[in-house]
């Protein structure tokens, strides 16, 4: 039995497991390609009869196969070697032969570090944002920046996220300065039938003690997490978290959940959670400094009130 994949320019693979898989930005898709050449329904790729085929869904920047143009609707066979390009992204096409009975071992869970993504989108930045990581990097540094209450800080950083990655549930969590512990802040998304996918301990364990990005592609395919209480009881299938630096202290975790869904997060998508949270970290401290400095001006103006009472009082006094 012949199967088939992509690979992209990263080396990631994305397995054709189905007899028809989606590919584009529209979350629906079964591969979710965050590139803003990417259209949101891009191409089919189909396996029938053991040979791979695409067909372009009439997509606004195009469809490739060794450097030639589908039109819209057209289909073209696949073969091993191939380089597909979807707009500007490209993806090698691989096949191989498989044993039904014992098919390999998927590689569910990976480790990356701050390092892997950043410098891949600082150095995009000056060319018209042709790089995803690019534009999420410019996106953020306008939407996190300047100094603002950390509420409003993690809102923005949430939703900025929720525009990228196409998750179920996306949360921060902080390190509490009284208890040392993580704690849950903000959330955005739907929250699973089982109980509330805020955050997982054994995710944010992994990042803690690794001090890196942690991507569960799959749970069930993994052996340290497919029994963890803490994803079966969110149901959810598929994680993905990175920690808040400030230096190098860590001062939480950005995470990412695929609840009782399809899909799997990919490495893109914890590309885009490790930029934004490179920028949050050195945000927070700006609005914990902004935090000290209201409730200084706050307790002052308290002082000062106190004061002017207190010499009203011995005027009133000193005049009777």
């Known amino acids: 039995m012949r199967a088939y994949y992509l690979q992209s320019a990263t080396g990631e693979r994305f397995p054709l497991r189905k007899p028809e898989t989606t590919v584009g930005r529209d979350p629906s898709c079964d591969i979710v390609v965050n590139d803003s050449s990417i259209s949101r329904q891009h191409v089919r790729l189909l396996v029938k009869d053991g040979a791979l085929s695409v067909e372009d869904n009439g997509s606004r920047n195009g469809t490739f196969v060794d450097g030639v143009q589908l039109t819209a609707k057209a289909t073209q066979a696949l073969a091993e070697g191939m380089t597909l390009r979807l707009g500007t992204v490209d993806f090698a096409v ?3 032969e498989k044993s039904a009975a014992a098919p390999e071992p998927m590689r569910a869970t990976a480790e990356f570090s701050v390092e892997h993504f950043i410098p ?40 900025l996220a929720a525009a990228y990655v196409p998750a179920s549930v996306l949360s921060v969590s902080l ?9 849950t802040r903000a959330t955005v998304g739907q929250s699973s039938a089982k109980g509330p996918a805020l955050i997982s301990r054994g995710v944010a364990e992994k990042v803690m003690q690794q001090r890196k ?21 969110a149901g959810i299938t598929s994680a993905a978290a990175t920690p808040i630096f400030d230096g190098n202290d860590i001062l939480g975790v950005l995470s990412a ?19 934004l949270a490179s920028l949050a970290g050195t945000a927070l401290v700006a609005a914990n400094m902004m935090s ?15 004061l002017q009472r207190e010499l009203a009082a011995l005027r009133g006094h000193k005049d009777a």
Request: charged share 30%; net charge negative.
């Open 94 to 96: 691989h096949s191989e």
């Open 120 to 159: 891949q989108a600082r150095a995009k930045t000056g060319e018209a944002l042709e790089s995803n990581l690019a534009e999420v990097l410019y996106r953020a540094q306008g939407a996190l920046f300047p100094a603002q209450p950390i509420d409003a800080l993690l809102d923005s950083l949430l939703h």
């Open 175 to 183: 390190i509490s300065p009284i208890t040392s512990e993580l704690e």
């Open 213 to 233: 990005a942690v991507l569960i592609r799959d749970r069930l395919q993994d052996k340290e997490f497919s029994e963890r209480q803490s994803l079966v009881q």
């Open 257 to 275: 959940y695929i609840v009782e869904g399809k899909r799997e997060l990919s490495e893109a998508d914890v590309g885009v959670l490790t930029v």
């Open 292 to 306: 000290d400095l209201m409730r200084a001006q706050a307790e002052l103006a308290a002082d000062n009130e106190r």
